[in-house]
Structure formats: structure tokens, C-alpha cells
């Protein structure tokens, strides 16, 4: 398995552009879980799905950013308008649910407002 | 707020030596901690994980240490090598189902020659 696939792997933009991140899971695994980290805050959950339904957005920082999940094997975050403070590295994660394993990181997609 | 504290924030350790990484944890009870290693430019990648039931466990050169009664945990590292050098992020899954893990704010280990 090729892992957990986020693009692009860097994105720099300017302020008030809309930014999409894309992520493809780990086939079989139906959790799927969007994280941004920064240095001051570290690991940030910001939201997450089980079997492509939204669980827990409690972490989405305002309404400038939304996700979707249309199926299985895809997700993407979208910051619109986009801020110099949205710059950190965001990562996608999968699991399988109670499987009690663990997550799987992508390699993240570090982003850059500028 | 559920939440899971990690010490110390960064850790310089010489070839050889035993560098020791701590969490605890308050209010909520978990039942689920593994430890995540991350590598610069890369995602965390599971590294070593324990239930509440059991109160070591050893993969290789890594130990997990938990203390169920003082809510503390640790990773250990034994012969630590220069390619241990990353961060390490502790974490805990709640009771109840959920999948959100709770992760700690990482320790950044440094392994010299």
C-alpha cells in the first residue's frame, strides 16, 4: 500500500486566496482525520470522519475553513479566504476504526500565506 | 479539555544512552496510548503503543513504562543511536469509542555521536 497520499506537498499563496488541500486514505481504513501543526500548538485536530460522515468538527478554527469527504478514497480541505495565520503544515490521517491500531500519517502538505 | 502532558520539550542525549520521555494525563480516562515518531519533513508514524492493563511493554530498543494509578506513562529508549534523533509525541485515545487521540506537544530528541 502506497500509504496515506496528501498534495500538494508545499503551498505558498497570497492572503484571500483559496487554498484546497486533497488527501487519499489508506484503502480499507474508514476513519479519516485532518490535523494542522504548529510549532506553538502542536498537533491540532481539526476534524474528522468515519465511513466519509463528518463526526467531530469541534477543531475547524472558523468558518473560513471547510472539509468534505465525497467517497472513500478521497477528502479535501479548503481555507477560503486564506491568512498568513492558516500557515502551518497539515497533515491527513486514516485508521481503522476500533481496529485500536493507531493512525497513519500522510506526509503533510505544508502551507505557506503570505 | 482533555488533555496529555509531555516532558521534557526537548532531550539531548549522548550515542549509547538512555533518553526517558514522559506524559500524564488528567480527568478523562483513556484506554488506548501509543507513542508516535516523527522525522523532519515527514508525518508522525506509529512507533509503540500500550492498553491500560498492562504495565510495560518492549518493541526492540523502545519501552513503554505505565503507571495506571499516577496516570503517567513513558518511552524509553536503550542504546539511543543518531537515528533516533526526532520527535516523539506521546498520545491517548478516550474511553467510549472515539477515535480522537489526544496527542501531546512532542519532545524533540537529539542523539549526538
Known amino acids: 500500500d502506497a500509504g496515506v497520499i496528501q498534495s500538494p506537498r508545499h503551498e505558498v499563496t497570497e492572503m484571500g486566496q483559496e487554498v484546497t488541500l486533497r488527501c487519499k486514505p489508506i484503502s480499507g481504513h474508514n476513519s479519516l482525520f485532518w490535523y494542522r501543526q504548529t510549532m506553538m500548538r502542536g498537533l491540532e485536530l481539526l476534524i474528522y470522519?468515519?465511513?466519509?460522515?463528518?463526526?467531530?468538527d469541534s477543531g475547524m478554527p472558523e468558518d473560513r475553513f471547510s472539509a468534505k469527504m465525497p467517497n472513500a478514497s478521497f477528502s479535501t480541505l479548503k481555507i477560503q479566504p486564506s491568512e498568513p495565520r492558516d500557515s502551518a503544515v497539515y497533515f491527513c490521517a486514516s485508521s481503522y476504526f476500533n481496529g485500536g491500531q493507531g493512525y497513519t500519517f500522510g506526509s503533510g502538505t505544508r502551507l505557506t500565506v503570505v | 479539555q482533555q488533555q496529555v502532558k509531555q516532558s521534557p520539550q526537548s532531550l539531548i542525549v549522548q550515542k549509547g544512552g538512555i533518553p526517558i520521555i514522559n506524559c500524564a494525563y488528567e480527568?478523562?480516562?483513556?484506554?488506548?496510548f501509543p507513542w508516535y515518531q516523527q522525522f523532519p519533513g515527514k508525518g508522525p508514524a506509529l512507533l509503540i503503543a500500550i492498553r491500560p492493563d498492562v504495565s510495560e511493554k518492549k518493541e526492540g530498543r523502545f519501552t513503554i513504562s505505565f503507571n495506571k494509578s499516577a496516570k503517567q506513562f513513558s518511552l524509553h529508549i536503550m542504546d539511543s543511536q543518531p537515528g533516533d534523533s526526532a520527535t516523539y509525541f506521546c498520545?491517548?485515545?478516550?474511553?467510549?469509542?472515539?477515535?480522537?487521540?489526544?496527542f501531546g506537544k512532542g519532545t524533540k530528541l537529539t542523539v549526538n555521536p
Open positions: 470522519f468515519n465511513n466519509n460522515v463528518p463526526i467531530d
Open positions: 480527568n478523562t480516562a483513556f484506554d488506548y
Open positions: 498520545a491517548a485515545i478516550p474511553q467510549g469509542g472515539s477515535e480522537k487521540l489526544v
